[in-house]
């Protein structure tokens, strides 16, 4: 019984920050890689970032120098650190799971920057 829940979206200004989180049970999340997705009103859902098990990012060009993907295997959880928002950035936020021949995927959690 795999889970993945998002969290930490919410109403910013533009500038401002927020940290999303991403916790998943059921997997041993070591073995895992994650990424952070994201899908505007009327857009395709984009790949923002990705971490691998070792640790190494990428990032969508839109982001860089902005957001930071980070995980922590001992808790569980992958964290989107969001800094210098624009509106642009509004979107629904995803996690996805990966590895082992499997995908999972999260809920979804409502990012809004708007003045």
């Known amino acids: 019984q795999v889970q993945v829940v998002e969290s930490g979206g919410g109403l910013v200004q533009p500038g401002g920050s927020l940290r999303l989180s991403c916790a998943a049970s059921?997997?041993?999340?070591?073995?895992?890689?994650m990424a952070w997705y994201r899908q505007a009103p009327g857009k395709q859902r984009e790949l923002v970032a990705t971490i691998t098990r070792g640790g190494t990012t990428n990032y969508v060009d839109s982001v860089k120098g902005r957001f930071t993907i980070s995980r922590d295997n001992a808790k569980n959880t992958m964290y989107l650190q969001m800094n210098s928002l624009k509106p642009e950035d509004t979107a629904v936020y995803y996690c996805?799971?990966?590895?082992?021949?499997?995908?999972?995927w999260g809920q979804g959690t409502q990012v809004t920057v708007s003045s």
């Open positions: 059921g997997i041993i999340f070591s073995l895992y890689a």
């Open positions: 996805n799971v990966g590895g082992l021949g499997f995908v999972y």
